[in-house]
C-alpha cells in the first residue's frame, strides 16, 4: 500500500530546508555575477560588495538567530 498524504506531506516538507539553501545559492551567485553592488552579511557587518571588490560597511548587525551552512557553501 501507498504512503498517507500525511506522509506525502512530511517527505516533502523535509526536503525544504535543501530547496531553500540551493535557491539561496543561486540567488546569490546570480546577484555577484550582475556586475551590480550586493548587499551581505559577514560576520557582525553589513556590507556592501561592489564589482570592482570594494567592501562598504553599511552597520553593524547583531543577529538573533545564528545560521549554521554545511561545509563546501560559497562565503561572498
Excluded: C, N
Excluded at 18 to 25: N, S, V
Excluded at 37 to 61: C, S
Amino acid at each position: 500500500m501507498g504512503m498517507s498524504k500525511k506522509d506525502d506531506i512530511e517527505a516533502l516538507e523535509k526536503k525544504i530546508p535543501e530547496l531553500a539553501l540551493k535557491a539561496f545559492r543561486e540567488a546569490f551567485e546570480k546577484a555577484k555575477a550582475s556586475g551590480r553592488p550586493y548587499a551581505m552579511v559577514d560576520g557582525d557587518e553589513l556590507v556592501l560588495i561592489h564589482p570592482d571588490g570594494r567592501r562598504e560597511v553599511l552597520k553593524r548587525v547583531k543577529p538573533d538567530v545564528q545560521y549554521h551552512v554545511k561545509s563546501g557553501s560559497t562565503s561572498q
